[in-house]
Nanobody
C-alpha cells in the first residue's frame, strides 16, 4: 500500500514563506507524476503544482512566480516552496503520486496524502 505523508504546514503572516515536504512509502513500480493540490474551506480541490516523470512542470496561475515544486521520483519525495504567501493561499495542501503499483497494472492510480494545513494570516 502506498502512503504519503505531508509536513511543513503552519501559520504564517502574509508575505512569508513555508516549505512543504512529502514522503511516500510502500511499493510503487513506476511514477508518472507527483503533485500538490489544495482545498480551501467551501471550495473545490485544485491543482497547485505538478511535475511529470519527464520533468514537465505545471503550476496554477495563482501561484506562478511564487511557488516552486521539486521532486525526486527515485526517493518518492517532493517539496513545495511557497513564497510571498497571501491569505488566499490558506488551505489544506495535499501531496499526490500518479503511478502504477505493479508492471501488470495498465492504468496509473492517484495516491493522496492526508494533507497539511497552511494558514496565511496576520
Amino acid at each position: 500500500q502506498v502512503q504519503l505523508v505531508e509536513s511543513g504546514g503552519g501559520l504564517v503572516q502574509p508575505g512569508g514563506s513555508l516549505r512543504l515536504s512529502c514522503a511516500a512509502s510502500g511499493s510503487i513500480f513506476s511514477i508518472n507524476a507527483m503533485g500538490w493540490y489544495r482545498q480551501a474551506p467551501g471550495k473545490e480541490r485544485e491543482l497547485v503544482a505538478r511535475i511529470t516523470s519527464g520533468g514537465v512542470s505545471d503550476y496554477a496561475d495563482s501561484v506562478k512566480g511564487r511557488f516552486t515544486m521539486t521532486r525526486d521520483s527515485a526517493k518518492k519525495t517532493a517539496t513545495l516552496q511557497m513564497n510571498s504567501l497571501k491569505p488566499e493561499d490558506t488551505a489544506v495542501y495535499y501531496c499526490t503520486i500518479d503511478g502504477r503499483r505493479a508492471p501488470w497494472v495498465q492504468s496509473p492510480s492517484r495516491y493522496w496524502g492526508q494533507g497539511t494545513q497552511v494558514t496565511v494570516s496576520s
